[in-house]
């Protein structure tokens, strides 16, 4: 085991903001959001707990990760992200006290989602420290951007509010349910590819949508 | 030549009957059920139905704008708009119209690629998407025979539909010969059963649609509803409520068939249709909602290749019957061949797991057994892994231990690789 | 006999009316996975049902503990992962011993297809109705048998996309997510307006 660690690639980090979107372009974490994400304070809230749990877990699993035996690693990782679920529960009830009451078990589902089990241990263990550090903000990062604009025109067109604030008449309030969450997601997973199509060089590889894992 | 053959969906076109006339038949088949619904509702109708039109073409027009695709001339898009209002209470809303045109056209049928791909029944999809969001804008009716404000707020008096006190297990207050009329209050469409059977039978009649697909899922229903009665008194009542209430009839007819998502070949469409009349018969039973129509219709749609799939397996099988038969028996024979040939060789063939380890222990022990034979050569058989190893099932390395067999097994390889290059 | 009619009631609640994927939207990703691997539906569903009803009768005692706590948001998910680690060591020795050949297919995705969103959540979700032992149970094994069927019913999806002339900013997850929407618009119908929470 000594072969070397991934360096530090920042344009690689930096496509998991958009080019490599957690949700949009891989397809990852799909339910949660579908689910639980019906307004803004919501969005947020799993934007928060996502963070706390996929920036530790890959640096967890680029540090120690080869040094377990590799049937354990899963349950390490989970076991981890486990605990990181007692921050991230701090930090959203610095905002809202009954967030994770009207979430239900979608906050915790992001626990076991496929970023902390599956990536960490295709990807991380073989990334040094930082590269690991690096992609988890990004892959956060794109992730909470999912997550706020979904939130953020369910609400709008929902219940007509945003952040809880009334600013308009409710239009079509079956949005919060979770299929409008699965059709919602889709059509921006279509813009954000009609985006990727218009700023898009032509020599650069497709991300592709087929990654999922 | 292959090149020149596309692959397309149905609606086919065949002899003088075009696509376009398939459309324009069954717009006119529409139009007397709107002149029905005018004539116990008012002008309220034809503007909704109006409205529904010119919102589904305008969405299928931006929907090709946006995909930056020619449009292309399409009658199927206002079928949609027709249908959509025709399903909902006469006094609806306009904006619950053109929001149900927005999913039928912009969710269900622009991203699988239009006219020809859609997978799903459009009007069925937009429809059951606004009824979950304003149950109670949707199903609540108007009563007949009042005319009903333009524009502004309506001011007619609401009751519930039939198929609602058959949800709760009443007999409703209306006689089978309203509900045959048409005075019933129900979705503006679908309750003149008398006009809408006589427009089904002018589509089937002018080839438009087919008559399996509705009398199958009828028939089914009808026998379910005689089997498990809902409401006391005679099972021709009941039978009679449960047919004419909902929009079963209309759906049967206008819906059902659509034919890019019913099934292709007629075994097929009489297998979806008992497969929705048992569908909408549970849904309508055990469901909590009254589109049970809507529901089991988009459920249905998801299979409507499989049926085609199992009728094409269950038709090859009886129309091949005797050569079917045949090359069993000759198969079986040639099997009972094998086995006496290979019983006449009598090989001692060692089956070893592909687990490498195994494999080692195994092959030492070969060896250690074989070494009064030095002359013998192992082969092995080992196919190349695959990268995922996916294949749950176990591949067996077959070897041979005395020299006389192992012309049988050589041959057997042989056949293999001549195989594969052919294939190659 | 009312425990069988209650335990049956409760599956066939859980397969249809609260489908894991339809109307829960659980486990997407480990299903989009799965769906492209149609010969391995029938063993990760059979684990998964184990997995559930293991972890289930395992946390059944446990949940009072902890379900009132003040914490329990956090303590509740961290209590059935820990559960869940525990039916992983079990079920990872089970099948090394008893199933060598499996598993060396299974290997590293056991992990995977221990710890899912499908997994934990079919532990949460009678967890959080309180359901009784027997609910629970049934519940579990309904959430794999909805979760197996909703696989296949997907896959099927899937295959039949390859067929349509579909746009090219909507190929690949746009069109997979806007078919499961519709597919689980389908099953409300059975469940009506009122959402499960």
């Known amino acids: ?110 626990a076991v989602s496929t970023v902390p089990i599956v990536y960490s241990s295709k990807f991380a263990e073989k990334q040094n420290p930082v590269t690991a550090l690096m992609n988890g903000v990004c892959l956060a990062i794109g992730f909470a951007l999912t997550a706020i604009i979904l939130g953020a025109a369910r609400e709008f067109f929902g219940s007509g509010s945003l952040w809880g604030i009334k600013i308009a008449e409710a239009a079509f309030p079956a949005v919060k349910l979770p299929f409008w969450g699965f059709i919602l997601l889709g059509f921006m997973a279509a813009i954000a590819n009609l985006i990727k199509d218009l700023i898009k060089k032509p020599e650069e590889a497709p991300a592709g949508g087929e990654e999922k894992a | 030549m292959k090149e020149n053959l596309m692959f397309q969906n149905a609606p086919h076109v065949r002899q003088s009957e075009s696509v376009v006339t398939m459309m324009w038949d069954v717009v006119l088949a529409l139009l007397p059920v709107y002149l029905m619904s005018f004539f116990y509702h008012g002008p309220r109708s034809l503007v909704l139905g109006f409205c529904g039109v010119v919102s589904c073409t305008v969405f299928s027009l931006f929907g090709s704008i946006v995909l930056r695709e020619k449009p292309v001339p399409d009658l199927t898009p206002a079928i949609t708009g027709l249908i959509i209002p025709l399903l909902m209470p006469a006094d609806i809303p306009y904006f619950v119209i053109i929001a149900a045109c927005a999913v039928a056209i912009l969710v269900v049928k622009v991203p699988f690629g ?311 | 006999m009312t425990y069988i009619f209650q335990f049956f009631t409760m599956m066939l609640t859980a397969v249809f009316a609260e489908n894991l994927i339809f109307t829960r939207a659980l486990g997407t990703s480990w299903m989009f996975y799965l769906v492209k691997r149609p010969k391995e539906v029938v063993k990760y569903t059979l684990l998964l049902i184990c997995v559930t009803t293991l972890s289930g009768l395992i946390g059944y005692p446990i949940r009072g503990l902890v379900y009132d706590h003040e914490y329990r948001h956090f303590l509740v998910p961290m209590v059935y992962i820990g559960v869940m680690a525990l039916v992983y060591i079990a079920v990872y020795f089970f099948i090394k011993k008893v199933f060598p050949n499996e598993f060396e297919n299974i290997g590293m995705n056991l992990g995977v297809a221990v710890f899912n969103c499908a997994a934990l959540g079919g532990l949460l979700v009678p967890a959080g109705e309180r359901l009784d032992l027997i609910s629970t149970l049934g519940y579990g094994i309904g959430m794999g048998l909805g979760f197996g069927i909703a696989v296949v019913v997907m896959g099927y999806g899937i295959t039949r996309l390859e067929y349509c002339r579909v746009p090219k900013i909507f190929r690949g997850v746009p069109i997979a997510l806007i078919y499961l929407g519709l597919l689980s618009l389908a099953f409300y119908g059975l469940i009506g307006h009122q959402l499960p929470t």
């Open chain 2, 114 to 424: 239009g006219t020809g791909n859609n997978l799903f029944n459009p009007a069925a999809v937009g429809f059951a998407s606004v009824a979950i969001c304003w149950p109670e804008k949707v199903f609540s009716y108007p009563v007949t025979m009042q005319s009903i404000e333009v524009f502004g707020e309506t001011t007619v008096q609401k009751v519930q539909s039939p198929a609602y006190s058959l949800a709760l297990g009443a007999v409703p207050d209306y006689e089978v010969l309203d509900m045959l009329l048409g005075s019933a209050p129900g979705p503006m469409g679908a309750t003149n059963i008398l006009v809408l059977v006589a427009c089904g039978i002018f589509l089937i009649v002018r080839k438009a649609v087919n008559w399996v697909s509705p009398v199958s899922f009828l028939a089914s229903y009808a026998v379910l509803c005689v089997s498990f009665p809902r409401i006391g008194g005679s099972a021709f009542d009941a039978l009679c409520y449960e047919l004419f209430s909902g929009m079963l009839i209309f759906g049967a007819f206008f819906m059902l068939t659509e034919p890019v998502t019913s099934p292709k070949r007629d075994f097929g469409k009489l297998m979806a249709g008992v497969a929705t009349g048992v569908a909408v018969f549970l849904f309508r039973y055990f469901g909590e909602f009254e589109m049970g129509f809507a529901s089991a219709l988009i459920l249905m749609n998801v299979f409507s290749p499989l049926f085609d799939e199992a009728c094409e397996g269950v038709l090859h099988v009886y129309r091949h019957r005797d050569s079917l038969i045949r090359s069993f028996k000759a198969e079986n024979q040639r099997r009972k061949a094998e086995k006496a040939e290979k019983a006449a060789a009598e090989p001692v063939v060692r089956v070893i797991k592909k687990n490498e380890q195994a494999e080692k222990a195994a092959a030492e022990e070969l060896s250690d057994a074989a070494l009064p034979n030095d002359s013998e050569s192992f082969e092995k058989q080992e196919e190349v892994p695959e990268e995922n190893a996916v294949s749950a099932e176990d591949e067996d390395i077959v070897r041979q231990e005395e020299p006389e067999t192992e012309e049988i097994d050589l041959s057997a390889e042989n056949e293999k690789s001549e195989e594969e290059e052919a294939v190659q």
């Open chain 1, 1 to 110: 085991m000594t072969e070397t660690k991934e360096k530090l690639n920042l344009k690689e980090s930096l496509a998991y903001i958009f080019f490599r979107n957690p949700v949009l372009v891989l397809g990852l974490v799909i339910g949660q959001l579908a689910a639980g994400d019906t307004n803004l304070q919501n969005g947020a809230a799993l934007s928060v707990t996502y963070f706390f749990i996929v920036v530790p877990v890959l640096v967890f699993a680029s540090v120690i990760g080869k040094k377990l035996p590799e049937w354990l690693r899963p349950m390490c990782y989970a076991l981890v992200s486990a605990v990181m679920l007692i921050p991230a529960y701090f930090v959203c009830g610095t905002f809202s006290a009954t967030i994770y009451d009207s979430m239900g078990i979608y906050p915790a589902l992001l």
